[in-house]
C-alpha cells in the first residue's frame, strides 16, 4: 500500500516564503520520480515542479521557476517544495505524486499515486 503524506501548507503574506514536505511510506521512496502538482477549486490539477529519482534533475513550471525549488531526502522518504516570494495565485491545494513504476525520466510522466493534499493560501 502506497501513502503519500502532504503537510507544511498553511496562511501566508504575498511575498513570504512556505516549505511544504511529502512522506512516503510503502514503496523504496529513493527508486522514485516525484512530483508536486497543485489544484484550485474548479479548475484542473497543474503541474508545479518533479524531481528525479537519484535527484540530480529537476522540472518545474513557467510560472514557478526562480522561486519554488523542490529536494528530496531518501533517507527520510521525503520530498520537499519550497515556496519563496509568494503570490496570490499560489494559492491552491498542493499534492505530491509519484508514478506506478521506479525509475525513468522526468518526462515520463504518468503520475500515478496521490497524497490527499495540503492547502496552500495566501489572500490578494
Known amino acids: 500500500q502506497v501513502r503519500l503524506e502532504e503537510s507544511g501548507g498553511g496562511l501566508v503574506r504575498p511575498g513570504d516564503s512556505l516549505t511544504l514536505s511529502c512522506r512516503a511510506s510503502g514503496r523504496n521512496f529513493s527508486i522514485y520520480r516525484v512530483a508536486w502538482f497543485r489544484q484550485v477549486a474548479g479548475e484542473e490539477r497543474e503541474f508545479v515542479a518533479a524531481i528525479s529519482w537519484k535527484g540530480g534533475a529537476t522540472s518545474y513550471a513557467d510560472s514557478v521557476k526562480g522561486r519554488f525549488t523542490i529536494s528530496r531526502d531518501n533517507g527520510k522518504s521525503s520530498t520537499y517544495l519550497q515556496m519563496n516570494s509568494l503570490k496570490p495565485e499560489d494559492s491552491a491545494i498542493y499534492y505530491c505524486?509519484?508514478?506506478?513504476?521506479?525509475?525513468?525520466?522526468?518526462?515520463?510522466?504518468?503520475?500515478?499515486?496521490w497524497g490527499q493534499g495540503t492547502q496552500v493560501t495566501i489572500p490578494s
Open positions: 505524486t509519484i508514478p506506478p513504476y521506479p525509475y525513468g525520466i522526468l518526462r515520463d510522466g504518468n503520475w500515478h499515486y
